[in-house]
């Protein structure tokens, strides 16, 4: 069976990929809005786990009208769950099976369970959340085991996640000031090196 | 890493045990108050899965608690849903990570979400439900993929899930005509014949 996994080269969708592939044909798909060639990092994740890599190009209006929602908002999240469900739509409307890395204890990107099951009956297809069911604790128990992990300064960190673009086009419209004040500085970040075993 | 996967012997938790088996190492456990040797059907299952298996004995005056919450409620889920939090406490109690067959779409048992991280906080385990992100249709498509599965008039079947023996004990209070005024009556049951792949 073919699952077609949004990849955003992070532990998390990393993770996502190798509990699925004993049972699945995975292929991940990193989003794109235009914006910048912001898959490139993905990319090169996926081909050091193993896996097939495809863009999935979204339309950028989509990002546009999450930068109206990120700015209007003063704060990020509902505007990344907006790009999420788009993301999802668009990959639901060409695949039977889609898959994500959203976790149990994620609170964004997140969908709800209503707008998980209204994506499988619009588009027919089956949505699956390997981590759903997995904690914190669980989730980096089994990243230990299966990912070599490198963690560094934020800004030294080339990443392909809905953040990117965000970012971008919020600089672009609004300037440099209205990021830092939108995304909440992270000191550390983590990116995956390669597969363990 | 070890697991410790509760385990009834149906489809639900046969897929569970399938898709944690290349990640840990599973054990299976069915509970048993002692009202019935009602392990039986489950440790028949788990050998054809080639899992081992072992009985989780639970103190009878959880089961009594359970029969008095489903006569006095005249429908079993709250009933169902005290017995398996006591079971998977039972369970976290002994080991660092325990595991479910709930699915995304079950109603009973299920924890909410705060009650499952309660759990994991007061006894420092990791609990583990691998079909929470998996819809009805993807469980179905996984259970075809890997199980083969036969259908029997309920009656028919040897069962090893909490009904069992909650069952029993209502029989045994209140009498036949209390658990059929609880119990929903079903035509169809599934039970687990072998293992596919």
């Known amino acids: 069976m073919d699952i077609f996994v949004l990849f955003s080269g992070g532990k998390d969708s990393s993770l996502s990929a190798i509990l699925l592939e004993p049972f699945f044909d995975v292929t991940l798909a990193t989003c794109n809005f235009g914006f910048g060639e912001t898959w490139k990092p993905a990319a ?12 999935l ?5 989509i990002l546009e009208s999450a930068c109206e929602i990120a700015v209007s908002d ?9 790009i ?3 993301a999802l739509s668009r990959a639901a409307a060409g695949h039977g099976t889609i898959a994500d890395g959203t976790r ?12 998980a099951q209204r994506i499988e ?8 959340r390997p981590l759903l069911g997995y904690g914190r604790r669980a989730v ?12 560094d300064e934020s800004e ?22 209205m990021v830092h004040e939108i995304f909440p500085r992270r000191h550390l970040q983590s990116r995956v090196v390669r597969r363990k075993k």
């Open 104 to 115: 149990r204890d994620d609170r964004v990107p997140m969908l709800k369970l209503p707008d």
């Open 57 to 61: 190009r979204i339309d950028g209006a």
């Open 74 to 82: 003063g704060y990020p999240n509902r505007a990344i769950n907006h």
């Open 140 to 151: 980096d128990a089994l990243v230990g085991d299966h990912l070599e992990i490198a963690e």
């Open 44 to 55: 090169k994740v996926a081909s050091e786990l193993g896996f097939p890599h495809e863009v």
């Open 121 to 128: 009956d619009r588009y027919g297809c089956m949505y699956v």
């Open 84 to 86: 999420h469900g788009c």
């Open 156 to 177: 030294k960190i080339d990443k392909s996640d809905y953040e990117v673009e965000l970012r971008a086009i919020i600089k672009e419209r609004h300037g440099a000031g």
